[in-house]
């Protein structure tokens, strides 16, 4: 399987600050070397395999999740460690009580996907008394026990979107012309949600502001688009309202910006079923779930931001290991791995205000021209209808 796959090139790499984890933010000034726990004595004690692994992803409702756990738990046993994989429903409650009973079973390092980051403050103190080192997966736990956070560069991820809308509408040489968008965004739970919306924002905003995107229905703000849960049907609602109360009239609908897949479905849903208008809708997306793929070739969607979960499970392994052995992990790390990944210790940060090490993949815009680059990824094959599906 080619590694790098869909990578670009990326911007200058982040300063080499060798840090011990997100509560360890002093620890950048101090220049005598550390090792990679959050806890001074780590309860793991080697990369080879021997050792317990708690994994505790949000849901299976969410395409995705299934493949970051099966990745994950996959990649973990392969190399040689003992896994325990959740799924917590979306309901942090769960998860709460899965990352516990994890805990209780001696687990020696904890990957968490949170569903609710803050609802999380327990389990992870939990943990950092227990001496477990956590990896923030995906979505940030703003926390001091975590130790380092994997995810992809998830501004990037919005920015990516709204630089499609830019390119795809030629809005640069818009002249006199309008168009009509809307929005839809994530979680608000999900500390990665506001990313995305802001990423994608930051970039229309100048074709907002001149009136070239007009936003018709005038929701806008984060929390006026977000969707709970990233839930399809609560996407859809939204959508089906806001094409009754405001396109009804004939009015022309342009661009829906979708977050990601799942939110988007609805929204392409919402328009085959409520939209008047017969042109086709530029819509958004994010994962490259199946369902939207699908979307994608049928030409209901337009684009998917694409991350390759099986890197972030292959850097997430790495940096365990890294972890359990009690290595000094710094920038030096993303060399270590063959998948393009920053090492940013800017960018996030705890409740506390410590910035939190984190280990950035790169994501990637599909579209129904280089579906292949998917294909060439090993992880999904084309069937003779065109369609895509995971090779799992
Ligand atoms: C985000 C994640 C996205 C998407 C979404 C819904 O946190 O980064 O890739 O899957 O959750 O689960």
Do not use: H
């Amino acid at each position: 399987m080619k590694k790098r796959v869909l990578g670009t090139l990326l911007g200058a790499a982040m300063a080499a600050t060798v840090l011990v984890g997100c509560g360890s933010d002093n620890a950048s000034k101090d220049s005598s070397s550390k090792t990679a726990t959050s806890g001074s004595e780590k309860k793991g004690n080697s990369s080879d395999g021997s050792g317990k692994i708690g994994i505790s992803m949000p849901t299976q409702s969410l395409e995705r999740w299934n493949r970051d756990g099966a990745y994950l738990d996959d990649q973990f046993k392969k190399a040689g460690y003992e896994t325990v994989l959740t799924f917590s429903d979306n309901d942090s409650g769960k998860q709460v009580n899965d990352i516990q009973n994890m805990l209780a079973d001696g687990v020696d390092l904890l990957i968490v996907a949170a569903i609710d980051g803050e609802a999380l403050n327990t389990a992870m103190n939990e943990a950092a008394d227990a001496k477990v080192p956590v990896i923030s997966y995906d979505r940030l736990i703003k926390n001091d026990a975590v130790s380092y956070y994997v995810s992809f560069d998830n501004y990037t991820v919005g920015k990516l979107q709204g630089e499609f809308i830019v390119d795809k509408l030629d809005l640069k040489n818009a002249g006199d012309k309008k168009y009509n968008m809307e929005i839809t965004a994530g979680d608000p739970a999900d500390n990665n949600a506001p990313y995305f919306y802001q990423g994608a924002i930051d970039v229309l905003q100048e074709y907002i502001d001149a009136g070239t995107l007009k936003i018709v229905s005038g929701q806008k703000d984060f929390d006026a688009v977000a969707t709970d849960q990233w839930n399809t049907d609560t996407a859809l609602e939204r959508a089906q309202n806001v094409l009754s109360s405001y396109y009804a009239d004939g009015t022309q609908l342009d661009v829906w910006l979708c977050s990601n897949d799942s939110t988007a479905l609805g929204v392409a849903q919402a328009i085959t079923s409520d939209y008047a208008g017969s042109n086709s809708v530029l819509i958004t997306g994010q994962d490259g779930d199946e369902a939207n793929l699908k979307n994608i070739v049928d030409g209901i969607q337009t684009m998917t931001v694409y991350k390759n979960v099986s890197n972030e499970a292959v850097v997430t392994l790495a940096l365990a290991q890294d972890i359990i052995a009690g290595k000094t992990v710094d920038a030096s790390f993303v060399d270590s791995v063959d998948i393009e990944c920053a090492y940013d210790t800017e960018s996030y940060e705890t409740s506390d205000g410590n910035k939190c090490p984190s280990f950035l993949l790169v994501p990637n815009v599909i579209t129904k021209d280089n579906l292949q680059d998917l294909v060439d990824t090993g992880l999904y094959k084309m069937g003779d209808d065109g369609y895509l599906s995971a090779n799992n």
